[in-house]
């Protein structure tokens, strides 16, 4: 499966953006696909992910009620709705995907085997 992250811009606390990700290749029934962020200095993190198929949703507790993640099925796009955003949600996000991740597993960054290039969230104070 190959991504491709676009959406990303410079934007001021308080404002929303959405982000998009363009899937190709084969998904299976079990894929699971989502975003994580790396600001400078800092790990990768986790935000948000779904299961392709079931549309079941998780969230990282940083991003919850301000984030949704949501994909159109058709056209093999996932999209990160991200709404009062704040100075500390600028990173770099890529979105990721992997077949078969549990659970427990989805917050992990090792369990992805698909990344796409990342695109630049920056939040001016």
């Known amino acids: 499966v190959q991504l491709q992250a676009s959406g990303g811009g410079l934007v001021q606390t308080g404002s929303s953006l959405r982000l998009s990700c363009a899937a190709s290749g084969l998904m299976s029934s079990n894929y699971v696909i989502g975003w994580f962020r790396q600001a400078p200095g800092k790990e990768r993190e986790f935000v948000a992910a779904i299961r392709w198929s079931a549309g079941f949703t998780y969230y990282a507790d940083s991003v919850k009620g301000r984030f949704t993640i949501s994909r159109d099925k058709s056209k093999k796009m996932l999209f990160l709705q991200m709404n009062s955003l704040k100075p500390e949600d600028t990173a770099v996000y890529y979105c990721?995907?992997?077949?078969?991740?549990?659970?427990?597993?989805?917050?992990?960054?090792?369990?992805?085997?698909?990344w796409g290039q990342g695109t630049q969230v920056t939040v001016s104070s």
């Open positions: 990721a995907g992997g077949p078969t991740i549990i659970v427990s597993s989805i917050m992990s960054a090792n369990s992805y085997r698909s």
